[in-house]
């Protein structure tokens, strides 16, 4: 369990240590880029630490929903 718990925390800090590396770049897609991975980020935190992936098919389709709706609603804004 305690490994585990060690890995997720990696792979989120490795996903913000990268959002934070590439937004010094200059390219026209960055932001979809960097919205992704915090997409990624929320759903790692909501399924694991969360517990959602021991949940109902309706709320991991929610928590998915809700990023996919966010990250469409910030790149039309």
Partial sequence: MKKSITISYIFL???TIISGIISG???KNISFIILLLSALKF?????YFMDLKKAHT????????????????VLMI
């Fill in 25 to 27: 770049t200059i390219n």
């Fill in 58 to 73: 309706f709320w991991k389709s929610i928590i998915i929903g809700y990023a996919i709706a966010l990250i469409i609603i």
């Fill in 43 to 47: 759903i790692g935190v909501s399924f």
């Fill in 13 to 15: 800090l490795l996903l």
